[in-house]
C-alpha cells in the first residue's frame, strides 16, 4: 500500500488496551490537552472492537499540513489516531471521530516530519490499537520556508499556537498558525491580496479577511472562513454596505455549534464639505456601519455612522483611508450591550442591539467618562478592544497622541453609573515601543495577557504583575522581522475552539 507521496506504508504488531491504560503516554496527555470526546462511545457495548488498519494515508489538497488517514471500517464506534515523530519530538492524538466516513483528519503536523501513525478503535468501554503506519509530511511551499516564530527572551508558551494572517510574503497574504516552538503547523495561502484579522471563531472553524482595503478605501473584500481541515466554507461580506472593512468579524453559535449571527463593518463612502476643516468641498470620505447577519440572512444595521459622527468628532488623524471613524474591534458586554472600538475617534461606544441606541462613549470628543489612576488619562489610537470575564475592558492603547508617542496594554474598570474608567492594570514595555498602528492584546485563561506589537513583529506574554514571561518574534524570513500583521493571537488548538 502506498501514501499519495509515494512512500510505503509499514505496520506494526496489532496491541490491546483498555481506556484505563494509555498506549502512549505522552499522547494521552495532549489527548486531555486538545479536549478529546466521549460523545461517540456506546457505554452498553463492553466487547472490544476489531483493530482498524491503516488502508491509505493522503496529503490534504486544501491543507499541506494535514493527513488524511484512510480506514477499513469495523465494529468501532469511534476512532481516534496517535501520531510520534520518529524522533519522538512531536507526540500526540487526535480527538474521538465517528467511524461511519472512513477516514479521519490529522491536523497540524510538522512539516518535513516523519511519523508512525497507529488507529485506536473504540466500542463501548475498551479499545484497541491497530497496526502503524509510516507517514511523511510535505516540506513547506518555497515561499514559507523562512517564515518563523523565535525567541527573543523569557521561556517559550508550553502550549498552543499563535494564530496571524501576514501579507506580502513572496507577493501572497497568508493564514498562519506557529506552534509554541515557532513551527508553523497549520496556514492557508489567500492569495496575492492583502489579509488582515485572523481568527478562531467559537464554532472552531478559522477566518481571515482578504482584500485591497485598509478600512477607507474604494476596493472590495470580503472575510474567508476556512475550516480545521482547510475547506473553504463560506465568503462573508457586509451585506447591505456598499464595501466590507476587514478590522473585526465575530461569528456566534449556540451550544450545539450552530451559526446565529455575523458581526461586522462596512462602510461606504460619499462626497464631503470639508472646507470648514482644511479640505475640499467634495473630498470622498468613508463613514461605517456596524452590522449584524443573522443565519437566515436578515441584515440589521446596528450602527449608522453618518447618522451620529461629523468630521468634528475626530481626535486622532486618519491614516491613508480618509474615514471619518475607522472601526476596528466588536465585542460583547456582560449584559448583552455591544462594545465597539473606532480608532480616529479615539472612543468606545456601548450600544443596545435591540434599540440601536448608543448608551454611552469612553474617551474621544464625546467622553462621558472620568478617567481615575491613568496617568495617560485616557487612551488614543486604540485597538483590540476586549471585555474580560470580570467585565472589566482591556485594550490595546496605541498611545498616538503621547509625547512622545508610546504604546501599551491597559485594563479599566467601568461604572457605567457613576461614569468612571478606573485604570486597574497596564502593561508597558522597557523600553517602550510606539506601535502607531494595528496590534492586539488578549488574556489568556492563567490570567497571563499576550501583548502584541505587529508593527515589529513582536508577541509579549505578561504575567499579572507586569513581569514578561515570553517575546517572541514573528519572522516573514530570517533575520527580517513581519511588521505586516494585523493581530497576532494564541489560540488552544487546531481542532475546536477552547478558551486559550
Known sequence: MQTSTNRSVTTIPTVRLTLARAALASAAILASAIGCSDRYANPSLTEPPAPLAVRMINTN??????????????????????????????????????TDQGTLALIGLRAGTSYNITLEARRGETSVLGPGASYTSPPLPQALAGVSMTLVSGT??????????????????????????????????????????????????????????????PDPGAFVEISPKGDSVRSITATGSEYTDGHELIVTSDANGARTAD????????????????????????????????????????MQGWSYWTHGDKVDPPLDDQSIDHPNSI?????????????????????????????????????????????????????????????????????????????????????????????????????SVFNQFTGSVQRLANGNTVVAWTNFGLIDEVAPSGALVNRMQINSAPGIAATAAYRAIRIDNLYRYVKP
Open 331 to 431: 465585542d460583547f458586554d456582560l449584559d448583552g450591550g455591544i462594545i465597539a472600538s473606532f480608532r480616529n475617534l479615539g472612543a468606545i461606544v456601548k450600544i443596545d442591539p435591540n434599540t440601536h441606541n448608543v448608551l454611552w462613549q469612553l474617551g474621544g470628543a464625546r467622553n462621558q467618562f472620568t478617567f481615575i489612576n491613568d496617568p495617560q488619562n485616557g487612551f488614543s489610537g486604540q485597538h483590540s478592544v476586549r471585555i474580560l470575564q470580570n467585565g472589566h475592558f482591556l485594550l490595546f492603547d496605541n498611545g498616538v497622541s503621547n509625547t512622545p508617542g508610546a504604546s501599551r496594554a491597559v485594563e479599566y474598570a467601568v461604572d457605567e453609573s457613576a461614569k468612571t474608567a478606573t485604570m486597574v492594570w497596564q502593561y508597558v514595555p522597557q523600553p
Open 156 to 217: 517559550p508558551p508550553t502550549s498552543g499556537y499563535t494564530l496571524t494572517a501576514i501579507s506580502d510574503i513572496a507577493g501572497h497574504g497568508y493564514l498562519i498558525a506557529f506552534d509554541a516552538a515557532g513551527n508553523i503547523r497549520w496556514y492557508h495561502d489567500c492569495g496575492p491580496l492583502y489579509v488582515q484579522e485572523a481568527k478562531q471563531q467559537s464554532n472552531g472553524d478559522m477566518t481571515v479577511y482578504v482584500g485591497n482595503s485598509r478600512g477607507g478605501d
Open 263 to 302: 458581526y461586522l463593518f462596512g462602510y461606504d463612502i460619499r462626497d464631503v464639505d470639508q472646507s470648514a476643516y482644511g479640505g475640499g468641498t467634495d473630498d470622498q470620505v468613508a463613514g461605517h456601519q456596524l452590522i449584524r447577519i443573522s443565519a437566515t440572512g436578515a441584515v440589521d444595521t446596528l
Open 61 to 98: 489538497p486544501d491543507l499541506p499540513d494535514a493527513a488524511e488517514v484512510d480506514f477499513m471500517q469495523g465494529t468501532a464506534d469511534s476512532v481516534r489516531a496517535h501520531y510520534a515523530s520518529s524522533d519522538s519530538s512531536d507526540v500526540g492524538v487526535t480527538p474521538w471521530s465517528r
